[in-house]
């Protein structure tokens, strides 16, 4: 599921941008979650507690306005696609430092918003950049589709890749639930997270991967695993349909 908030100061406007979004992404049935803030503090502090993967912001703000909410985000945070919304043209090339991935004019939220919405929920969805990752003894890039599962041993993490090599991750779960991309993993069992990409079924207590690797899963986080799961076959089958229109063109 994907993480969305969204910051204005001004009500009418937050309710507005946020009616937008869950029209848009309800229309498409896909699954997100959205939270709206009034203050740039009440984000910055919610943010560190459950990373938002799509963040829409105002620039104008009292307080802590958008430019600085940006730079301090950045400093925790440089996978967060940053859509600035605003009034005001000339604070563009200002945002460009703070690798924004869109710029609205709130004049054409209606035009713009929808797709622009549509463009990052796909990228986050599709999100295979490298994971930088501690291991026992040095730092570890890892292509988030080379991950199978992680899994917790007699309180040590190990990193299972689909290449059948085992890496121990100097993190505990809960750490890796706020840094691993939410579309893709999730916690499963009280000692498994789990890629969803790679799930072939699941049953009654466990999942079964593509792999032939069997992972447990606990009776409560069934209905959650299965809802990203379902979406990422949803995506896949999407995206196998685009192919074939395209190359029956």
Not at 98 to 116: A, G, H, T
Not at 166 to 187: A, C, D, G
Request: net charge neutral; aromatic share 10%; charged share 30%.
């Amino acid at each position: 599921m994907v993480q969305i908030a969204v910051v204005d100061d001004e009500m009418d406007i937050l309710k507005h941008l946020s009616q937008i979004i869950k029209d848009t992404l309800t229309k498409e049935q896909v699954q997100f979650e959205l939270v709206t803030f009034l203050k740039a503090e009440d984000l910055l502090s919610s943010h560190r507690e459950s990373s938002f993967q799509i963040i829409f912001v105002d620039l104008e703000m009292p307080g802590i306005d958008g430019l600085h909410l940006a730079a301090e985000l950045r400093k925790e945070d440089q996978q967060a696609l940053l859509i600035f919304v605003t009034s005001h043209e000339e604070f563009v090339f200002q945002c460009f430092q703070y690798e924004m991935f869109y710029f609205i004019r709130k004049e054409f939220l209606e035009l713009e918003l929808p797709k622009v919405i549509l463009s990052a929920y796909q990228k986050v969805w599709n999100h295979v950049s490298k994971l930088q990752l501690k291991s026992k003894d040095k730092l570890v890039s890892v292509l988030a589709d080379d991950i199978l599962y992680f899994v917790s041993e007699n309180h040590k993490v190990f990193m299972h890749k689909k290449d059948n090599v085992q890496v121990q991750v100097m993190y505990t779960l809960e750490k890796l639930e706020k840094i691993l991309p939410k579309s893709r993993f999730i916690r499963c069992h009280s000692g498994y997270i789990v890629n969803c990409y790679y799930i072939f079924s699941i049953n009654q207590s466990e999942i079964i991967l593509t792999t032939d690797n069997k992972i447990p899963l606990s009776r409560h986080r069934k209905k959650e695993v299965k809802i990203i799961w379902n979406q990422l076959s949803f995506l896949r089958f999407a995206k196998e349909e685009r192919k074939l229109k395209i190359l029956a063109k």
